[in-house]
T-cell receptor
Framework: KNQVEQSPQSLIILEGKNCTLQCNYTVSPFSNLRWYKQDTGRGPVSLTIMTFSENTKSNGRYTATLDADTKQSSLHITASQLSDSASYICVVDSNYQLIWGAGTKLIIKP | NAGVTQTPKFQVLKTGQSMTLQCAQDMNHNSMYWYRQDPGMGLRLIYYSASEGTTDKGEVPNGYNVSRLNKREFSLRLESAAPSQTSVYFC???????????FGSGTRLTVV
């Protein structure tokens, strides 16, 4: 069964610190992997999209990595800000069928 | 601002009542989607419309119907609401082959 699992479920860090969120997937076939940010009460917003051949992709302070051999991805947030408090969702595209992870809830404390 | 607009933002229904969730996009996208989001779970696709005039079932279509009224609008109807349909519903749009999905801000539905 196609699955996307994220860890941790939730994470609290202090403002200014870095953090890394994990995503493991068992999805076939694989088209691309996406990371979304979802603020409370809002719809998801795309952060990065990586195809099979891409290992790393950055969007400002967000850097996503992809290891297609081990079927793992990570999202690294550098110098966190209060506005980074949100849920971060890993999504794997399998021939236009999106398999969504449950997300990691990140809380940034001042 | 360009985007996806959903109405209403909040709704409380009694079991057995019906209602329609409205969605409109102004980006001229061909594809539109309805998802539901439940606590601790990933988004699940209810129905989608690859282009005007077509609709297809997603992962969890039971209890729902959809209408692609025109290229801009895609509505979701609950004919006889059940407590299991308590959820947050998101509409999204995209271009086929385009990686970017644009989501609305959601409708929080409670069925009592």
């Amino acid at each position: 069964k196609n699955q996307v699992e994220q860890s941790p479920q939730s994470l609290i860090i202090l403002e200014g610190k870095n953090c890394t969120l994990q995503c493991n997937y068992t999805v076939s076939p694989f088209s691309n992997l996406r990371w979304y940010k979802q603020d409370t009460g809002r719809g998801p917003v795309s952060l990065t999209i990586m195809t099979f051949s891409e290992n790393t992709k950055s969007n400002g302070r967000y850097t996503a990595t992809l290891d297609a051999d081990t079927k793992q991805s990570s999202l690294h947030i550098t110098a966190s800000q209060l506005s980074d408090s949100a849920s971060y969702i890993c999504v794997v595209d399998s021939n236009y069928q999106l398999i969504w992870g449950a997300g990691t809830k990140l809380i940034i404390k001042p | 601002n360009a985007g996806v607009t959903q109405t209403p933002k909040f709704q409380v229904l009694k079991t057995g009542q019906s209602m329609t969730l409205q969605c409109a996009q102004d980006m001229n996208h061909n594809s539109m989607y309805w998802y539901r989001q439940d606590p601790g779970m990933g988004l699940r696709l209810i129905y989608y419309s690859a282009s005007e005039g077509t609709t297809d079932k997603g992962e969890v279509p039971n209890g729902y119907n959809v209408s692609r009224l025109n290229k801009r609008e895609f509505s979701l109807r609950l004919e006889s609401a059940a407590p299991s349909q308590t959820s947050v519903y998101f509409c999204a749009s995209s271009e086929p082959g385009n990686y970017g999905y644009t989501f609305g801000s959601g409708t929080r539905l409670t069925v009592v």
